[in-house]
């Protein structure tokens, strides 16, 4: 370093305190001495230094290189910046950046000024090139990706970006973390970015289709749903993930789309030209069930697929799992106890798992994931157990080809091809097992009557905010809020709320209440109202709950089962409507009854305890009961 004997002094002075600090554990006092000596001209290169080995200690190695890389070129750089610099690019697998540092290294002295900083096991360059391995922060950022540790691959993916900016692979990447935190319209803008830059793929129409739907842009998202098909017209995951997005389409929009003729006739031409029968149904008990949830999109539905797997009664039944990942992955605490036997199956085609399920004698195999899984929509084609059972998200309108049963919502008589869960196909219980939070009916101090919901964009469609609106224009001074679970966090989604009520001319009598769990925000409503044609029926259960009544329409799936629920309940008459003009009927008339619904309140707890498929024990009691009587006649 071409400097004098006292600034080299006062360098080696602080970098020596820096290094004391580390070797203690004291990161953050280090971070904050090298952030406050970046002030200081005489000392800014060491304070950089110090940062690039603070960073690459906690894992951040785009950071580090970034640092350290803009200090080259400076008349005071210390001599063993290219050789840490050569290590840190092996490290990141960038082959080129490595050499030249290597090289570079070659040319300058040997001193050792701040490679000691980045700890006692730094390796030379030697040993670091030999263990390179290509993108290695995208890959680990992949398998956190896949693991469901989303903060992490974002961190790793993030670092990957600061060193390879245009990387398309890890754009898309990035793209689908943010997808899965929520991030849509961050998304978006990705997707567009590796659009520019590599070509509008099938795979990338797919899932900017589904950004954009996500969003509320249904049109747009539509538009490249069809794109997306008739580049990859045969591909099971593009028509699947079209058909999946339908669900946010009422039932005549989804079958104009013709997304569900495509996807079934592609179907029905990837059968097996010679079906194995189904293996024969012998007298043994208990019987095995296994529940096939790999796919499964929210912590809600994980967590009471796995509170009724685990509340089976083993006495009747065994229960297998089939999932993602290992049941020790963070992502799968929901799974750990639920099931006698778990099988990762994330990789599997769906010959494979035809022959796995087989092979591990299951009785009974039950689809949880639904529409969610487009890649093993044709395992019910391959007969692969005695009996099979669509249970959680079917098709919007159609039926995919199999021999099995799809589980429906509601009382009576199955017909050809159902069975029948008459409370609903989902647990609405408190899996937790919280006590209700009962509290007075607003409507009893303010007066005026109160509505209520949570969604998402998606379920925030036009239709939805006139019905909306005309149901506050028949009540004055009645208001809706709305529960945001982070989707108003988007100056895009105000927007919308605004404009979409606003066609309605209710705009100034909504509004959204923010940091605030489910049952503070039930305190605050007198009725909910669950959206349509798609809602979040786990969280208006919560509502419910906790002593508010739900108006629902079972032309929706969701309203369906909650409506099942309801009607088990002995609140058909109350709260569902069998159509949308139904549903608006049902909440004016209770509004207008406001004696009926201070009682109603009241009592709403205990009515909806009383149901047996209320709780996890009762709701896997309804599901093995009807699975038995199921296979009685399939029976050898």
């Not at 954009?212 to 747009?220: N, Y």
């Not at 079917?394 to 409370?423: D, I, K, M, S, T």
């Not at 209700?436 to 007066?447: H, I, L």
Request: charged share 20%; with cysteine.
């Amino acid at each position: 370093m071409g400097v004098s004997n006292s600034k080299q002094s006062r360098a080696a002075d602080f970098l020596a305190k820096i290094d004391d600090l580390l070797v203690a554990g004291s990161d953050t006092e280090a971070l904050a001495l090298a952030e406050g000596a970046l002030q200081d001209p005489e000392a800014n290169t060491e304070a950089v230094c110090a940062l690039a080995a603070i960073y690459y200690r906690s894992g951040a190695l785009g950071y580090a290189i970034k640092l350290l890389a803009s200090l080259m070129g400076r008349p005071d750089v210390p001599e063993d910046i290219p050789e840490v610099l050569a290590v840190l690019y092996s490290f990141a697998g960038c082959v080129s950046d490595a050499l030249y540092y290597a090289k570079l290294s070659s040319t300058q002295g040997g001193d050792r000024f701040i490679q000691h900083l980045f700890g006692p096991d730094f390796p030379n360059f030697a040993d670091a090139f030999a263990r390179v391995r290509p993108k290695p922060l995208l890959g680990d950022g992949m398998m956190a990706l896949m693991s469901g540790e989303l903060e992490r691959a974002l961190f790793l993916v993030e670092q990957h970006l600061n060193l390879l900016p245009d990387d398309v692979e890890a754009l898309d990447t990035y793209a689908q973390i943010k997808i899965q935190m929520g991030k849509n319209s961050e998304a978006i803008g990705l997707l567009r970015t590796v659009a520019t830059l590599a070509g509008p793929s099938a795979t990338l129409l797919s899932r900017l289709a589904s950004c954009l739907i996500l969003s509320g842009q249904f049109p747009e998202g539509l538009a490249c749903h069809r794109e997306a098909i008739a580049r990859a017209p045969s591909s099971f995951a593009i028509l699947g993930s079209a058909v999946a997005d339908l669900r946010f389409f009422g039932r005549a929009e989804a079958e104009a789309s013709g997304i569900i003729q495509a996807w079934n006739a592609e179907l029905t031409k990837s059968a097996p030209r010679t079906v194995r029968p189904a293996p024969k149904v012998t007298d043994v008990s208990p019987i095995r069930i296994c529940y096939l949830c790999s796919s499964l999109d929210s912590d809600e539905l994980n967590s009471m697929v796995g509170s009724v797997a685990q509340a089976h009664d083993r006495s009747r039944v065994t229960v297998v799992g089939f999932g993602r990942d290992q049941t020790d992955s963070p992502s799968n605490q929901w799974a750990r106890g639920a099931f006698d036997l778990w099988r990762d199956v994330s990789n599997l085609d769906v010959t494979t798992m035809g022959a796995l399920i087989r092979g591990e004698g299951v009785h009974v195999a039950i689809d949880a994931d639904g529409s969610l899984a487009p890649t093993m929509r044709g395992l019910f084609q391959r007969n692969t157990a005695p009996l099979q059972v669509g249970w959680l998200n079917p098709e919007v309108a159609g039926r995919v080809p199999g021999n099995y049963l799809q589980a429906v919502p509601g009382p009576g008589e199955a017909a050809e091809g159902e069975l029948v869960l008459a409370a609903g196909r989902y647990c609405l219980g408190d899996l937790a097992g919280r006590a209700p939070v009962t509290t007075a009916a607003p409507v009893e101090s303010v007066g005026t009557i109160t509505f209520g919901a949570e969604l998402i964009r998606a379920e925030l469609t036009p239709h939805l905010a006139m019905v909306w609106g005309r149901i506050l224009q028949a009540l004055p001074n009645s208001t809706l809020l709305l529960r945001d679970s982070g989707m108003f966090g988007d100056p895009d989604n105000v927007d919308a709320l605004v404009s979409l009520f606003g066609n309605a001319g209710v705009a100034h009598r909504i509004d959204v209440i923010r940091d605030v769990d489910r049952a503070g925000f039930a305190a605050n409503i007198d009725i909910a109202l669950l959206p349509f044609p798609a809602g979040n029926i786990l969280a208006h259960a919560e509502f419910m709950r906790n002593g508010v009544p739900v108006v629902v329409t079972t032309s929706c799936a969701a309203g369906a089962d909650m409506g099942a629920f309801l009607t088990a309940a002995g609140l058909g008459e109350t709260l569902v409507g069998a159509d949308v003009d139904g549903y608006a009927a049902k909440a004016l008339a209770l509004a207008g009854d406001v004696p009926a619904l201070v009682s109603l309140r009241r009592r709403m707890p205990e009515i909806v305890a009383s149901v047996p498929a209320f709780t996890p024990k009762g709701f896997a009691r309804a599901i093995e009961d009807a699975v038995i009587a199921a296979l009685a006649p399939l029976r050898a």
